[in-house]
């Protein structure tokens, strides 16, 4: 049991390119998010998904963009890549408890430098 | 909308002291509560989730309250060892059945050998 993985752990681009950054998770999971995190600003929230063929924006979704074909991927694309992008990137994913909150498990994280 | 606060945002202490982090949020009427731990560099790892029906979660040395009342959670760290030192944040569902996170801007802890 993998958990929640991400591909790559650093990259660097120049300015005005274009990647995606990969999330798999193995625990079944309906909800899947990216947050990205910066000095001084904690964690903030992208996109999410509530599953497969689901998604929705989140606190600041501007320049990226996401699908959910599978239960288990959730990748993240930066469509033009800028500086402000530079940042620590996370995947969750969770699951409902009956009481009806939800438990949150992380990825390693991606860092991403933009030139 | 729910807001949450960490204080203080850096903690050092001496080895073998017994510590205590703070949580505090502005809604009281949430469902649970998760801390996480962080080391530089590094994703974040669930330490303890504390359910709305729940007063504590204990983990070996690590203990959680959660007073939804007064809208603070607290970590208290037993024992504390060099290896504790970190990042510690807490997070709360940022609505009713949300499975959006709101976090805090977490304490970061050094434990001095």
Same mark, same amino acid.
């Given at each position: 049991n993998a958990g929640v993985t991400q591909t790559p752990k650093f990259q660097v681009l120049k300015t005005g390119q274009s990647m995606t950054l990969q999330c798999a998770q193995d625990?079944?999971?309906e909800y899947m998010s990216w947050y990205r995190q910066d000095p001084g600003m904690g964690l903030r929230l992208i996109h999410y998904s509530v599953g497969a063929g689901i998604t929705d924006q989140g606190e600041v979704p501007n320049g990226y963009n996401v699908s959910r074909s599978t239960t288990e991927d959730f990748p993240l694309r930066l469509l033009s890549a800028a500086p402000s992008q530079t940042s620590v990137y996370f995947c969750a994913s969770s699951y409902f408890l009956a009481s009806g909150g939800n438990e949150q498990f992380f990825g390693p994280g991606t860092r991403l430098t933009v030139l | 909308k729910q807001e949450v606060t960490q204080i203080p945002a850096a903690l050092s202490v001496p080895e073998g002291e017994n510590l205590v982090l703070n949580c505090s949020f502005t809604? &009281? !009427?949430?469902?649970n509560l998760q801390w996480f731990r962080q080391d530089p560099g590094k994703g974040l790892t669930s330490l303890l989730l504390i359910q709305s029906s729940q007063r504590e979660q204990t983990s070996g040395r690590l203990n959680a309250s959660l007073d939804k009342s007064s809208g603070r959670s607290t970590l208290y760290i037993a !024992? &504390?060892?060099? &290896?504790?030192s970190a990042t510690y944040l807490c997070a709360i569902p940022? #609505? !009713? #059945? &949300?499975y959006q996170l709101t976090f805090g801007k977490g304490t970061k802890l050094s434990v001095i050998p």
């Open positions: 625990m079944n999971h | 809604d &009281s !009427a949430i469902y !024992a &504390s060892q060099p &290896s504790d940022s #609505g !009713a #059945g &949300s």
